[in-house]
């Protein structure tokens, strides 16, 4: 079955340490985002992905860096400067295109981290 | 700056009909997405509107005006499996192929028995 794939579902972090969140998908969609999720609150956009080779900032990406060397990957690197990053997150793909109509975003399970 | 609003809290009882609000402001409007969240689990998404009006999915139904910029997500014949966090979503940018969305907070509904 096609879908996304993250890991690991928990991870701990020490102080001044880099972590790094696999996601992967095969559902050959193009676009990948990588959500934050603080308990009780919305989702925060970190980064986005619309093509291989580029991806830009979204709305709170200060800590964080990504990478899309492969259609199917999109890993997040929780940087030792990003200074609250418990957090649950989330990865999501969907297809693009021009035009009217919705390409719904589907989204990994998510990976759980926290500050040991 | 752009947001959505949404209540944060909603309750009812099984079998009953509840309809959470969704009131929008941003620059550009692509069309309003809804999506359920489970304690603990991934959004799935629920249900779109890119033109007014009402759109039905089983028991789930979304409505739109985009001159009131405003929707709601209505949720029939209540099941206890229907307690969970529901977030209306805007695409607010066409530019290229950006399928960007901006989020609300969220609404927690309550089902009780």
């Known amino acids: 079955d096609g879908g996304i794939t993250q890991s690991p579902k928990y991870l701990f972090r020490k102080e001044g340490q880099n972590v790094t969140l696999s996601c992967e998908q095969n559902l050959n969609h193009d676009a990948m985002y990588w959500y934050r999720q603080d308990p009780g609150q919305g989702l925060r956009l970190i980064y986005y992905s619309q093509i291989v080779n580029d991806f830009q900032k979204g709305d709170i990406a200060e800590g964080y860096s990504v990478s899309r060397e492969k259609k199917e990957s999109f890993p997040l690197t929780v940087t030792s400067a990003q200074k609250n990053p418990t957090a649950f997150y989330l990865c999501a793909s969907s297809t693009i295109g021009r035009g009217q109509g919705d390409q719904p975003q589907h989204f990994g399970d998510g990976t759980r981290l926290s500050i040991l | ?113």
């Not at chain 2, 007014?52 to 499996?81: A, H, I, P, V």
């Not at chain 2, 966090?85 to 969305?101: H, I, M, P, T």
């Open chain 2, 1 to 113: 700056g752009q947001s959505l609003e949404q209540p944060s809290e909603v309750t009812a009882v099984e079998g009953a009909i509840v309809q959470i609000n969704c009131t929008y402001q941003t620059s550009g409007f692509y069309g309003l997405s809804w999506y359920q969240q489970h304690d603990g689990g991934a959004p799935t998404f629920l249900s779109y509107n890119g033109l007014d009006g009402l759109e039905e999915t089983g028991r789930f139904s979304s409505f739109l005006s985009r001159s009131d910029s405003y929707g709601y997500l209505l949720l029939q014949e209540l099941q206890m499996k229907d307690s969970a966090s529901y977030f209306c979503a805007v695409r607010g940018d066409n530019a290229g192929n950006n399928r960007k969305l901006i989020w609300g907070l969220g609404t927690s509904l309550a089902v009780n028995p």
